[in-house]
């Protein structure tokens, strides 16, 4: 946000005035002009500090607190469905890992209808959304969702992240494990026509879950949003146009 010019008294009222305008700044270049360094306090790691570190500096964490996003994520939904289309007016929508609650914010302002969202973490409550708090991979959820649907989807989208171990393996066979569910459940529940997007990483979806959605979907493409860290391994699957 540009700031108002400050008032500064005291000057020769029939002086000419000297322009204090300065050139706008990118969120990036505004970031790094005001970097924020954490100090390390006792008992905080050093993984803790630089996590800090980088929600203080992160110009996606500053601009979501600006307008009320519950998360940095809201960007990357933004993102994806100005270049693929995904939510329309009075869709039925499923969030798949809603906490806490930037993407469902976001399928509401795109037009959605009502969001029907679980996750394991509790999400405040937002107003046309309705909150399971409850494992996806539980057997029972995938019956508990679809008890409050009422009927068929237009888009079900996952951001669903398995908490990590540090065992690279393990942690991979969690990840596509919770892709396969998310997809698995996508393709039972959807309407024809609808859309499903889901977060994968690094080397975007498994090639069997691959050839199934390009069988049973029109489009499928791996993306990587801007507001998805340069860093992170995370990229998103879309799929358009399910055929039921």
Do not use: C
Not at 137 to 152: F, Q
Not at 184 to 193: H, I, N, R, S, W
Not at 206 to 234: C, T
């Amino acid at each position: 946000m540009s700031e108002k010019p400050t008032k500064m008294s005291g000057g020769k009222p029939d002086a000419a005035r000297r322009s204090r305008k300065t050139p706008k700044q990118s969120k990036e270049n505004a970031t790094r002009m005001m970097h924020h360094k954490v100090k390390t306090a006792r008992g905080r790691k050093i993984s803790s500090k630089l996590w800090l570190e980088r929600q203080l500096n992160d110009p996606y964490v500053k601009e979501a607190q600006i307008q009320g996003y519950r998360s940095r994520a809201a960007f990357k939904l933004i993102e994806l469905d100005k270049k693929y289309s995904l939510v329309k007016q009075g869709d039925l929508v499923v969030d798949l890992g809603a906490a806490p609650g930037g993407w469902v914010q976001i399928a509401l302002q795109l037009g959605a209808r009502e969001v029907i969202g679980i996750d394991l973490l509790p999400v405040d409550t937002v107003a046309g959304a309705k909150i399971l708090e409850m494992d996806f991979m539980d057997d029972k959820a995938p019956d508990a969702i679809k008890a409050l649907l009422g009927g068929a989807p237009d888009v079900v989208l996952s951001d669903l992240a398995a908490n990590t171990t540090g065992h690279k393996n393990t942690d991979h066979l969690k990840t596509v494990a919770l892709v396969e569910a998310a997809a698995e459940f996508a393709m039972d529940v959807l309407k024809p026509g609808g859309h499903f997007v889901t977060k994968v990483f690094q080397g975007g979806a498994q090639k069997d879950l691959l050839n199934r959605l390009k069988e049973n979907f029109k489009y499928v493409r791996h993306a990587k949003p801007e507001a998805s860290r340069k860093g992170s391994p995370e990229i998103y699957l879309v799929a358009k146009g399910f055929r039921r």
